[in-house]
């Protein structure tokens, strides 16, 4: 039985954006191929879907940086496009090139097929795990669910694989542009409900990753994007399980957006380092909480500059409540460990100046 009390709650009260002791700190990819016990857990898995998909073992890497550093929140283990596959699509992910899809969608007939999965069948490896990490965390921090956004999806749904311009989709976009929409549609159809069933099965807060958004242009963002950012958001807001669950939203490279990100009915905006959370700040106000921001790269840096950028971002934000500090994107494979433990610790520790609490 997962315990409904928290014994340390600073990420969801900075998310509500309430006071807390210091600021609470969460990484982006904390459960990754920088850590030597994630890729032993890995090697026995077999495969990448393997780990994924065998919740014993997903709980296992969850949990496993939180065993290394004072970490705020845990993370579901998953992939933004268990979504698609179970959308029947096929997912496979070949030897140095990313993930692949075998069956991608190519016009109106492969989307007229497309379904939206039932999470507690199709899905039921990832409900499984997020039941086993509330009940192995037992209150020690909030548990995080996540999906892809409609258009980040689409865009893999479209090309088949990654890209550098998802130009695919971006030509179906201006193309067809009816057609687009009829595949966002489903695809934030599939994506609410992933969602609803993560909060129903004990995810405390939940993300939507739009790591592509920033590809598209001013009006198209609105069009393909946005929109579906608000539709989910409202679909969260409706359902019974989630609508008390906080829904972070980060679209990468969308800084021209933040306003109207803020004004979806999420309680927090995700931000990369291409923008100062004081600007941020300012732009959105006490809307919503910030979550973010510095370069990832910055985990290659000695420790004393990853002291003084952490320094920096926080003292940017000031003592005001309603700041989850993170990267602006993913902790990168080649990363000391020793170097994420000097960045959590100097947060709580800026976090804790800058408020005048002690530790």
């Avoid at 609105?222 to 679909?235: G, I, Q």
Wanted: with cysteine; aromatic share 8%; charged share 25%.
């Amino acid at each position: 039985m997962a315990s409904d009390t928290l014994r340390n709650d600073r990420f969801l009260r900075a998310l509500r954006r309430e006071p807390t002791d210091t600021t609470p700190v969460w990484l982006m990819r904390q459960a990754g191929r920088y850590l030597p016990e994630y890729r032993a857990t890995r090697a026995r898995a077999g495969s990448f879907l393997a780990l994924a998909k065998t919740p014993e073992l997903a709980c296992e890497v969850t949990l496993q940086p939180l065993a290394r550093f004072e970490l705020d929140a845990a993370i579901l283990f998953s992939d933004i496009l268990t979504v698609p596959d179970a959308m029947g699509l096929g997912l496979y992910f070949a030897d140095g090139e990313g993930p692949k899809f075998e069956r991608p969608v190519g016009g109106a007939d492969d989307i007229a097929r497309l379904h939206v999965p039932d999470p507690e069948t199709e899905l039921r490896y990832v409900m499984d795990a997020v039941r086993l990490i509330r009940r192995e965390l037992d209150g020690r921090v909030p548990l995080i669910g996540f999906a892809g956004s409609p258009w980040t999806l689409a865009c893999y749904m479209i090309e088949g694989e990654g890209s550098r311009d998802f130009a695919r989709a971006k030509a179906l976009a201006w193309n067809e542009p009816a057609l687009m929409h009829r595949l966002l549609d489903t695809v934030a159809q599939a994506v609410a409900r992933y969602l609803a069933a993560q909060a129903a099965a004990g995810a405390q807060a939940l993300m939507v990753f739009d790591t592509w958004g920033g590809l598209l242009g001013p009006a198209q963002f609105r069009e393909f994007s946005l929109r579906y950012h608000a539709e989910v958001a409202a679909a969260l807001r409706a359902d019974p399980a989630a609508r008390t669950v906080p829904l972070i939203l980060f679209a990468k490279g969308a800084n021209g957006h933040l306003e109207a990100l803020a004004d979806t009915g999420c309680a927090a905006l995700g931000l990369d380092w291409t923008i100062t959370l004081g600007e941020a700040r300012a732009r959105v106000g006490a809307r919503v909480a910030l979550q973010g921001n510095v370069d990832p790269a910055l985990l290659l840096a000695r420790p004393e500059a990853i002291r003084a950028e952490v320094e920096a971002a926080i003292a940017d934000f000031g003592a005001h409540p309603g700041h989850v500090f993170n990267l602006g994107h993913g902790i990168t494979p080649g990363v000391e460990p020793e170097h994420v433990r000097t960045l959590v610790d100097a947060v709580h520790e800026a976090g804790r100046r800058i408020r005048g609490t002690r530790g």
